[in-house]
């Protein structure tokens, strides 16, 4: 363990080796998740958007890394990755903003 | 002529990797000679695949020289306008010779740009006397509207019925233009709606258009089908153009495309990209078991990309002058860590994917 980070690039090539330590869920998991990416009633375009906005709410580095290149890959342009971008980033702010009626609620109980 | 970041050849601009040995040098080395990655060798071993043999000829690629009226920054062959090596009339008579007794049921002209040869509408008539069956030129479309002297191409190809391959990296402006140069996106789209007025890629005419893309970075490509159908309906939409299939195929990294890897620092990653897309299925359809590509100068390689290596066939027939179909066939092809780029995935070929 020489890595003086938490994330190292060259860990991702290394993803398909956590089914060493539990073969049987490992490779649950990487059927799942195959069988999810595949063309269903969403193109796999779509879900390839999809994957990469959730990736950065998630701001998951390898998941970006990944999803970015495999956009690339469908021929997705970089003005539809990054409104993808935005509509996980409107999520997250409005997921916290929302909260806000939370706080409001719990302010107008306790005010006199 | 048209813009670009890199206006020069690698080999105006006297870059070590126009000299392929030093291409040749880099692919061997490093990630390939500390054992972190397998060769090709290694690699096709482990599924009995080595040596690579060929199958029956079926297609005979002639590049008629490496000029090209563009510079595009992931071009294998290193073309340019400053590139002056041009196939000449008698090398032509030699390809003749052989065009009429092949047994290939494709003749596949290619450059640079093909029609910058002063003697390329001449062969095309002489070539197409042979009544081949498939008879591809690969044209950059730029060259339609380059110079009133090309303007009436889409015509003479069709009057020879000749299958037109051509290269369109994105269905838009920004990314067709950063490969292959500015302003290429905006005369592409016009000389492709010049070819569809003649004929060329309605869906039910003989006149065959496809086109080519190849990834503009260093990524590799998406599913071709799936390209095809977004390509069709923003073409369509967009420009009223259409065509009638798109090939994908994988940049290899050798020439331009390798001085780009290795100055952007995505050498490494490539790579490894192109390892872990190894798939021996398509090892079995790889283009140089079924091609010959002969070079501007007579001489014969197992591929195009080979050609570029200078590579020549492994064979005691290694020049145009000398072809003999029987002999050429019997021998291994050529092989090199740049031809993972046609094994990935569903493999590559200048016919796209293969398996």
């Not at chain 2, 065009?99 to 070539?127: C, Q, S, Y």
């Not at chain 2, 990209?273 to 299925?281: D, F, G, H, I």
């Not at chain 2, 079924?290 to 290596?309: A, E």
Request: proline share 3%; with cysteine.
């Amino acid at each position: 363990m020489t890595s003086k980070t938490y994330y190292d690039p060259a860990d991702l090539k290394k993803f398909g080796k956590i089914s060493e330590w539990s073969e049987e869920l490992g490779d649950k998991f990487f059927e799942y998740y195959g069988k999810v990416f595949e063309e269903g009633a969403l193109s796999e375009r779509e879900k390839s958007l999809i994957a990469l906005a959730v990736a950065h709410t998630e701001m998951c580095p390898y998941c970006i890394d990944a999803y970015s290149k495999d956009g690339l890959e469908r021929g997705i342009t970089k003005e539809e990755m990054m409104e993808a971008v935005h509509v996980g980033a409107a999520i997250k702010s409005g997921a916290t903003l929302v909260h806000g009626v939370m706080m409001m609620n719990k302010v107008n109980k306790l005010e006199m | 002529m048209l813009k670009e970041k890199k206006q020069q050849s690698l080999h105006k601009r006297n870059s070590e990797l126009a000299i392929a040995n030093k291409q040749l040098e880099k692919l061997s080395n490093g990630i390939f000679a500390n054992g972190e990655l397998p060769t090709f060798f290694e690699k096709i071993k482990e599924t009995n695949q080595f040596p690579l043999r060929p199958n029956k000829l079926e297609i005979l690629q002639i590049n008629l020289g490496y000029m090209c009226n563009q510079v595009c920054e992931h071009c294998h062959v290193d073309a340019g306008p400053d590139r002056k090596e041009i196939m000449t009339r008698k090398t032509m008579l030699q390809c003749l010779e052989v065009i009429k007794n092949t047994g290939a049921h494709t003749l596949d002209l290619t450059g640079g740009a093909p029609e910058m040869n002063p003697n390329f509408r001449w062969f095309v008539e002489e070539a197409s006397k042979a009544g081949i069956k498939d008879f591809i030129v690969r044209s950059n479309l730029t060259i339609i509207r380059a110079n009133k002297k090309y303007y009436d191409l889409p015509q003479f190809f069709k009057k020879h019925n000749v299958h037109v391959v051509s290269s369109m990296p994105h269905w838009t402006r920004g990314k067709t233009d950063k490969q292959r140069g500015k302003g290429v996106f905006d005369l592409s789209i016009k000389a492709l709606q010049e070819l569809n007025a003649v004929g060329y890629g309605m869906p039910d005419s003989a006149l065959r258009l496809d086109l080519v893309y190849n990834p503009s970075g260093a990524f590799l490509p998406g599913n071709q089908a799936s390209m095809e159908k977004d390509f069709k309906k923003a073409l369509l939409e967009d420009f009223g153009i259409q065509f009638h299939n798109l090939f994908a195929i994988t940049n290899l990294p050798i020439s331009r495309f390798l001085d780009y890897l290795i100055a952007s620092e995505n050498y490494e990653d490539y790579m490894y990209s192109l390892v872990e897309a190894y798939n021996p299925a398509a090892v079995k359809n790889v283009m140089c078991r079924n091609t010959i590509s002969i070079s501007w100068d007579g001489f014969l390689y197992d591929c195009d990309f080979n050609q570029m290596l200078e590579l020549k066939v492994a064979s005691k027939i290694q020049h145009v002058s000398e072809y003999n179909e029987a002999v050429l066939n019997d021998r291994n092809i050529i092989i090199s860590q740049h031809c993972y780029g046609c094994t990935a995935g569903a493999g590559s070929s200048c016919q796209g994917v293969v398996a």
